[in-house]
């Protein structure tokens, strides 16, 4: 496709600032919180993750799709991303097990994409401004019309949006004959979670987000999994959500959140969450296992965390992880139980692998029950 073939595409913030660029040749227009990915690599498991459900990717490597897709790169039952936003798009693919080209892949999902931004304005513009609702159109809308469309757009504060990609049935993951049962609640897990399990001799029974403790026990599970997932944590409170979280903290049975997982067994103990300014996402993010004293380069995506006073005040709690950028708590644990969470990916695909171990840690754990 010729750079001269394809349609102009706009992008409008919320405070009204416009960027343009050019359609990958896919018409609409798309909305949600714009939020910038450091990866250099990685593309389809960003897409796929559900906890950027809602949310407009803007990659601030130079190229994608110049690696295609693959079936095994998938985090999910499909494209969660609203919208896609980066600097050069590669209709042609290179790597020998590709599967397809990406834009044959965005085409089936009919997922907005512009190209040829100015991505280093715009994720600087985020990163001095926070991040913020966007629509992005490649349809031809006039901008005074999609200046009025993204103020209808809902804040990300205080949205919920776990029940949107969370499994509506159980279903099982793994071998049934591993040494290790888990229930694992979903909120929006990532396969490559379930994946890690299974790798360590794990059983994996998954269910909806709304499930009961009476039902994640009926398992009979080794260990319970609390995983990550999209929007903000403080609005699953009022889904009954928090109550359930708690039951399983007062229980004896080895725990394990991951991101939304981490901020929902804070809440359920009194320590709150915030909306960060512009979040951590990416693949080179620094980490400091507290406990260990070693450090660790972490996959992310968030923006929301715990309050870290909230933490330190709290008699049940002690700090495991911290982010070494700004300070925030990337980890916790309970002192007297088998609990801990990390805000951060420790199953990243396709890296770093540094936080992998916590999968042992967990596993340990329930082997600890024998």
């Not at 459900?53 to 095994?72: E, K, P, R």
Request: hydrophobic fraction near 35%; glycine fraction near 10%; aromatic fraction near 10%.
């Amino acid at each position: 496709m010729e750079y001269n073939q394809r349609d102009t595409a706009v992008i409008v913030l919320k405070d009204g600032t416009v960027f343009y660029g050019k359609s990958v040749g896919i018409k609409g227009t798309a909305y949600g919180e714009i939020c910038f990915n450091t990866g250099m690599t990685g593309y389809q498991e960003i897409f796929t993750d559900p906890s950027y459900y809602g949310q407009i990717m803007l990659s601030t490597t130079a190229h994608i799709g110049n690696y295609g897709v693959n079936v095994d790169e998938v985090d999910s039952d499909g494209i969660k991303i609203a919208g896609l936003v980066c600097k050069n798009f590669s209709y042609n693919h290179s790597r020998a097990n590709s599967e397809s080209d990406l834009f044959d892949y965005l085409d089936k999902h009919q997922l907005v994409a512009i190209s040829d931004v100015d991505t280093r304005a715009l994720t600087a513009y985020i990163r001095d401004n926070g991040a913020m609702n966007a629509v992005i159109s490649t349809d031809g809308k006039p901008i005074d019309e999609l200046r009025e469309l993204v103020k209808e757009v809902p804040s990300m504060d205080g949205l919920e949006l776990a029940s949107k990609v969370s499994t509506k049935e159980a279903y099982f993951f793994g071998d049934e004959n591993a040494t290790y049962k888990v229930s694992a609640l979903d909120f929006g897990i990532k396969t490559n979670i379930l994946r890690c399990l299974a790798e360590r001799d794990c059983y994996v029974k998954v269910y909806p987000y709304n499930s009961s403790y009476e039902e994640l026990l009926a398992f009979n599970p080794d260990g319970i999994f609390l995983s990550n997932g999209p929007g903000d944590p403080s609005a699953l409170g009022k889904l009954g959500v928090l109550p359930v979280v708690e039951s399983i903290l007062g229980g004896d049975l080895p725990v394990f959140g991951i991101c939304l997982g981490h901020q929902l067994i804070g809440l359920s103990k009194g320590i709150n969450t915030f909306k960060m300014f512009s979040g951590h996402r990416g693949v080179n993010h620094p980490i400091l296992n507290t406990i260990s004293g070693k450090g660790e380069i972490t996959s992310q995506n968030h923006g929301f965390a715990v309050i870290k006073e909230d933490v330190l005040e709290h008699a049940e709690f002690e700090i495991s992880h911290l982010h070494l950028n700004d300070g925030t708590v990337a980890g916790m644990q309970m002192k007297d139980k088998d609990v801990f969470s990390v805000q951060y990916h420790p199953e990243s695909s396709p890296g770093p692998h540094d936080s992998r171990y916590l999968f042992d840690q967990f596993v340990s754990n329930m082997g600890k029950k024998e």
